[in-house]
Nanobody
């Protein structure tokens, strides 16, 4: 079990950039898949991006494609979400979620979809992103 901690949220103007970080002791893609979810005011939480264990395949929501990039630094036990061209619709609380993959598999969350929230075993407390002029 890992306890992810998010950071990097801030208030920015439309068109700006932010880099969110998700750090946790022992968090490496040898064994874990990591996702970013966000919850906008008054809306359900939705998947934004995720990265798989071992083969580091990435998945993006349509709203994040071509603007956001997920990456990992195993040496720092950190997963990043680089967000460029931010829009007011990107406003929300961004959560990091972790799934422990006991063995390599083409099944499970982040393989073709974000899966159910309940499949993601560990969650951070979230970091607020506000995009407004």
């Amino acid at each position: 079990q890992v306890q992810p901690v998010e950071s990097g949220g801030a208030s920015v103007q439309p068109g700006g950039s932010l880099r969110l970080s998700c750090a946790a002791s022992g968090l490496t893609l040898d064994y874990y898949r990591v996702a970013w979810f966000r919850q906008a005011p008054g809306k359900e939480r939705e998947g934004v991006s995720c990265i798989t264990d071992r083969d580091t395949q990435t998945l993006y929501a349509d709203t994040a494609k071509d603007r956001f990039t997920i990456s990992t630094d195993n040496a720092r036990n950190t997963v990043y979400l680089q967000m460029n061209g931010l829009k007011p619709g990107d406003t929300g609380v961004y959560y990091c979620a972790v799934y422990h993959a006991p063995h390599f598999s083409f099944l499970g969350p982040c393989r073709g979809g974000f899966g159910r929230e309940a499949e993601w075993e560990d969650w951070g407390q979230g970091t607020q992103v506000t995009v407004s002029s």
